[in-house]
């Protein structure tokens, strides 16, 4: 079977990976809706840029903080109940922003200790949760999967924080309730999975254990270029954090938010749908650096924008493109990665994707303090673009990637 051509239902039909799309499909529902109620709740109370930006920059902390050693424990723990425990978590901090909200206390910081917890529970879960997929399906299904697996999540993304706008007409204290019963339910889905892979080598935690997966996206110039580009582009891109206040200079309110958000979940979800029936198989590194230009100018669109229907294309445009790149660099990490460093090189993946999404949106809101928030998206747009022409000069061995799947699985020997 190796090399067949699946088509696009193929890995679909593997229960375990029925389970993790639905586990997925509801943490990820439940994170989108309460981020819109945790973006407008704070801008509510403070009205800063600043403070929308500080709630980006704790949840991305732990990420760094604890990364290497979460992808060693990825590489050493049942990774399924590692994400388990981490949905655990991120419910009991939903649970503890709907009592907050309920006392009615008016102060950001308690706020600010929650979003370093939620970000604890990631940077454990999410190398786990990325390490564990390859394990579900065949080697010759794992591309459909990622595109079965990003269509679950952009599914969830596209509809949390539409729902997650409308319920906080009821009051964020009934957002911050339904997200914690969805963590309840992506923990069960999660631990009725029951894909046993082969034991992993306990190793004694090292220096040299825990940087191995640093040392092998180093020395893979692929690896390091699909994950750096991708960190970039969204870094300097990233609007995310900077919606409630387009949203208020567009007099949409927090609805407003819900379908901003959702305009760009829904160009994911529309191009992930595309990729499960026809996935990227060749020109995988250019595809990946046009995707990422294309962001760029989208995201310079939506800076320029003053019309709320052309702003809600630029984000279904940026969603767009930026699911490509999304595509075929999970695709590439996993598959040009073996097994047993899959959480290491997972981990430090996710200190990428963290800083650009978590990271980036301090640094938009820090931007958009000192330049005004339609000149710094402005600016992240066209800095984007840039990034994608340097670094297909910076790595040509990412620009000359054609076969997205390597033609055999990794080979080295355990760090």
């Keep these: 079977m190796a090399g067949a051509r699946s088509d696009g239902w193929n890995a679909f039909r593997h229960r375990d990976l029925r389970l993790f799309c639905i586990a997925r499909f509801c943490a990820n529902l439940s994170s989108a809706m309460q981020n819109v109620a945790v973006g407008w709740f704070v801008y509510e109370l403070t009205h800063s840029a600043w403070d929308l930006g500080l709630t980006g920059l704790f949840t991305f902390l732990p990420m760094l903080v604890f990364a290497l050693i979460t992808g060693h424990v990825a590489d050493t723990y049942d990774r399924r109940l590692i994400v388990t425990v981490s949905n655990l978590l991120t419910a009991a901090v939903s649970a503890a922003l709907l009592i907050y909200s309920l006392l009615g206390y008016t102060s950001v910081n308690p706020i600010f200790v929650l979003m370093i917890l939620i970000g604890t529970g990631r940077a454990f879960g999410n190398p786990a949760y990325k390490a564990l997929l390859p394990n579900l399906v065949p080697r010759e299904d794992f591309a459909n999967a990622v595109a079965w697996s990003s269509s679950f999540e952009q599914f969830a993304n596209t509809a949390g924080p539409a729902i997650g706008g409308l319920l906080y007409f009821f009051g964020a204290q009934t957002v911050f309730g339904v997200a914690c019963a969805l963590y309840l339910v992506a923990s069960v889905a999660m631990f009725m999975i029951s894909a046993r892979p082969e034991p992993l080598k306990k190793e004694k935690p090292s220096f040299s254990t825990i940087t191995a997966g640093l040392r092998h996206i180093y020395a893979h110039k692929v690896l390091l270029g699909s994950i750096s580009l991708d960190m970039v582009a969204v870094c300097v891109g990233g609007v995310t954090a900077l919606l409630p206040i387009f949203s208020d200079a567009l007099n949409a309110g927090p609805w407003g938010v819900g379908f901003l958000r959702s305009a760009q979940a829904i160009g994911s979800l529309a191009m992930a749908s595309v990729l499960t029936r026809y996935p990227v198989r060749r020109g995988a590194g250019p595809k990946m650096m046009w995707a990422v230009a294309a962001y760029g100018a989208a995201i310079t669109t939506f800076g ?47 200190i990428f994707v963290g800083a650009s999404g978590s990271l980036g949106e301090f640094e938009s809101g820090a931007l958009a303090t000192l330049i005004g928030p339609f000149y710094a998206v402005i600016f992240g747009g066209i800095a984007a673009m840039a990034f994608a022409g340097l670094w297909s000069q910076l790595f040509p061995a990412l620009r000359a990637r054609d076969n997205l799947l390597p033609p055999e699985p990794a080979k080295t020997k355990p760090a």
């Design 304 to 350: 320029l924008s003053n019309n709320i229907v052309l702003s809600i294309f630029a984000l279904f445009m940026v969603g767009a493109s930026d699911q490509v790149s999304v595509f075929v660099r999970h695709t590439i990490v996993q598959t040009d990665t073996p097994d047993h460093m899959r959480g290491r090189v997972s981990a430090v993946n996710v």
